[in-house]
């Protein structure tokens, strides 16, 4: 399998300030995922990103498939943006197609 | 339906009964998932169904953990003699082929008291 490692663990933030998280594979990866946890628990689907860059609103991110990491980017955050973002991806080099594996998420808590 | 839908969103058994949980997964996903998670930590693979079959079942910690489904559609996570460490949040996830983009469910929290 594949190790993910997320960083920062944590993040705090006064809203209106800018972030980026870093999510690094050990091995290569497909089917790249970018998650956002709400407090109650709900995985929301922020971006599906095997490789190249995507932007939506405020939130952006870039994979670099060829050095297996991804970058998530927060700008102008808001006290709403606060939760857990987790990253997953499978393993390219792997059997089975469909098994996300997860990172152990940054918190980020955005102060008003 | 609209999202992946699960149930009960709560549970709470006595150690040593049976559960049962229920993902109705996203309509014409073909791909389901079943992952579990633990406080502070990131969701944790279990089994994956393409169609009614199994593709990987790895993830089950023991032979306690049995998933179905029969139809292709609705998935049942079955745990035999539920152990206190049973308890976490169990997520349900579907996406239209496997290794496509997975939409998860709001999860149902077990407690095994």
């Known amino acids: 399998g594949i190790q993910v490692e997320q960083s920062p663990p944590d993040l705090i933030l006064q809203e209106g300030a800018n972030s980026t998280l870093r999510c690094n594979f050990s091995d290569s990866v497909n089917n790249l995922q970018w998650f956002h946890q709400n407090p109650w628990g709900q995985l929301i689907n922020l971006f599906y990103i095997p490789s190249g860059t995507k932007q939506n609103g405020r939130l952006s991110a870039t994979t670099v498939a060829t050095e297996r990491y991804s970058l998530l980017y927060i700008s102008s955050s808001q006290t709403t943006d606060s939760g857990v973002y987790f990253c997953a991806g499978t393993h390219a080099g792997g059997t089975s197609y469909g098994k996300l594996t997860f990172g152990q998420g940054t918190i980020l808590t955005v102060h008003p | 339906g609209a999202g992946v839908s699960q149930t009960p969103s709560n549970k709470v058994t006595e150690k040593g009964k049976y559960v049962e949980l229920r993902c109705d997964p996203i309509s014409g996903h073909t791909a389901l998932y079943w992952y579990r998670q633990s406080l502070g930590q990131g969701p944790e693979f279990l089994i994956y169904?393409?169609?009614?079959?199994?593709?990987?079942d790895s993830g089950l910690p023991n032979d306690r953990f049995f998933a179905v489904r029969p139809e292709g559609s609705v998935s049942t996570l079955k745990i035999q003699r539920t152990e206190r460490g049973d308890s976490a949040v169990y997520l349900c996830?579907?996406?239209?082929?496997?290794?496509?983009?997975?939409?998860f469910g709001q999860g149902t929290r077990l407690t095994v008291v």
């Open positions: 996830a579907s996406s239209f082929r496997q290794g496509a983009e997975a939409f």
């Open positions: 169904f393409q169609g009614t079959g199994a593709a990987d």
